[in-house]
């Protein structure tokens, strides 16, 4: 399973960017795929994940929701984060990840594979 994550960047606060993650395979018919985020001296949080299968249950972080929506594409094997009204809280590693299962709470522990992160920076 190989991941590539790509659309970090610099914006300004109430921007936007959108992450796109790109997967081997067709796991994102099968697999959770999910984002997390890692800021400087701190650990790696949820931040969204959306399940395989026909349902493509998405669940969002608290800090994010209403912000941030992700989205699928099976045809294209990819997995899309959209991230609006940014704030420099946002500032992070973004990493995309997948995981067989699809869980009530998530933590970085648990999944099974990782991309490379891209870098998203708000300023203020």
């Known amino acids: 399973v190989q991941l590539q994550a790509s659309g970090g960047g610099l914006v300004q606060a109430g921007g936007s960017l959108t992450l796109s993650c790109a997967a081997s395979?067709?796991?994102?018919?099968?697999?959770?795929l999910g984002w997390f985020r890692q800021a400087p001296g701190k650990e790696r949080e949820f931040v969204a994940v959306?399940?395989?299968?026909?349902?493509?249950?998405?669940n969002h972080a608290d800090s994010v929701k209403g912000r941030f929506a992700i989205s699928r594409d099976t045809a294209k094997n990819t997995v899309t984060l959209e991230m609006n009204s940014l704030k420099p809280e946002d500032t992070a590693v973004y990493y995309c990840?997948?995981?067989?299962?699809?869980?009530?709470?998530?933590?970085?522990?648990?999944?099974?594979?990782w991309g490379k992160g891209t870098q998203v920076t708000v300023s203020s």
């Open positions: 990840a997948a995981d067989r299962y699809y869980r009530k709470r998530w933590f970085a522990r648990d999944m099974d594979h």
């Open positions: 395979g067709d796991i994102v018919s099968y697999y959770s």
């Open positions: 959306i399940s395989g299968g026909s349902g493509g249950v998405r």
